[in-house]
């Protein structure tokens, strides 16, 4: 196979927008491309398994007039993202033909990477291979270091989770559980609020879609206040959450994907809490810990294998629905970390 020119089904990024994302944003098309890496570069050529629908990629499909931390798409080109993939060929001294990777590739069947410092060589296959674009690569690591080095997680604290049912959430609260803590998960339907209890272990849940009074709800089950929020959604949520916090109560900023989709951000009014608690807050992004990876694999493998942590996917099948999948995360339609399958191993 290696060698061949083959057809190689991709989707491109139209063009930048504005607003929701739309599956009209994006165009499935076909071109061709060479089985092999270029003799004279450092580059791999990646059969495409599976592919990873993340929040961020919508930041991706705007265009900034200002530094980002992630690079916006490119109009016309294939959209990119994590993903899990076959080598075909390699001229990079880190991998070699018929190794598995995950890391940063292209959403089509085959890509050639060039530079591939984001991607990684699997080594431990007796879990399924999907779980290196969720529980043991980026999102995982997010849930663990929001918690234990931004949140400072500890026995006996009172622990509120929003958008508890997505890829991240759904760890952040079962590691909160394993560590000794209260744990609360907000949702956005009545299946994910019973299964955050009755799968996660979350002490008790609710659909933030029926409550009227937000604060009134955090009052319900947060009676003498949060110690620690993991933020994942913004807006509305985090002043209602910051009238209920304890004082010294920690604040780790993952996400606001109630925020990523609007022309003008909701303001936050209450913000003084912040002084009056003592509160800290504190943004953060995955890519500044990869330090602790290796720690971090070394554990998760452990919970998968002796099943003291769940894990739910929601796999589209085929890169013809990965537009679809990606633009349902924005509307709570997934059940569980979104992937697309592209091909089997
Ligand atoms: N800081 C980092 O390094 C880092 C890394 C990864 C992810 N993140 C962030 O972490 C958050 C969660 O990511 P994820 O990968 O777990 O997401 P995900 O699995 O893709 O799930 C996203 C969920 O967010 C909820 N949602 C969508 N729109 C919403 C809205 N307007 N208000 C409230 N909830 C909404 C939906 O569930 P419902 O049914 O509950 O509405 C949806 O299923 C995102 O904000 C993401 O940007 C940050």
């Not at 990777?101 to 879990?127: A, M, N, Q």
Request: charged share 20%; with cysteine; hydrophobic share 40%.
């Amino acid at each position: 196979m290696a060698g061949e020119e083959v057809s190689n089904k991709q989707v491109i990024f139209k063009d930048y927008i504005v607003g929701f994302p739309k599956e009209s944003d994006m165009e499935l098309i076909t071109s061709k491309i060479i089985l092999k890496a270029p003799e004279d570069s450092n580059g791999i050529l990646l059969k495409n398994l599976y592919l990873s629908c993340d929040p961020y990629m919508r930041s991706r499909m705007t265009k900034h007039d200002r530094p980002n931390y992630v690079e916006s798409f490119l109009p016309g080109s294939p959209m990119t993202g994590y993903g899990i993939a076959k080598v075909l060929d390699s001229r990079h001294p880190n991998f070699k033909a018929g190794d598995l990777v995950w890391g940063v590739t292209g959403w089509e069947e085959y890509s050639l990477i060039t530079s591939p410092e984001l991607c990684f060589k699997i080594e431990h296959t007796d879990v399924p291979l999907s779980y290196y674009i969720g529980i043991l690569g980026m999102l995982g690591m997010t849930a663990y270091v929001g918690l234990y080095e931004i949140g400072a997680a500890k026995k006996g604290d009172r622990v509120f989770v929003s958008a508890a049912f997505g890829g991240v959430g759904q760890l952040v609260g079962q590691l909160a559980k394993l560590s000794g803590c209260y744990v609360v998960g907000s949702a956005g339907s009545k299946e994910k609020v019973d299964l955050l209890k009755n799968k996660f272990g979350y002490d008790e849940a609710f659909n933030y879609k029926e409550e009227e009074d937000l604060d009134a709800a955090l009052r319900r089950y947060f009676p003498e206040g949060i110690d620690i929020y993991f933020e994942n959604v913004g807006g509305k949520m985090l002043e209602a959450v910051l009238s209920n916090m304890r004082p010294h109560g920690r604040i780790p900023v993952c996400g606001m994907i109630s925020q990523y989709n609007l022309e003008q951000q909701e303001g936050v009014h209450n913000l003084f809490n912040l002084i009056s608690k003592r509160i800290h807050i504190e943004g953060f992004i995955v890519f500044d810990y990869h330090h602790l990876y290796p720690k971090y694999l070394d554990m998760m493998l452990a919970h998968i294998r002796e099943g003291t942590i769940s894990y739910v996917e929601d796999v589209a099948q085929g890169l013809e629905s990965a537009p679809s999948a990606l633009v349902g995360i924005f509307s709570g339609r997934n059940v569980g970390k979104q992937l697309v399958v592209v091909a089997r191993v």
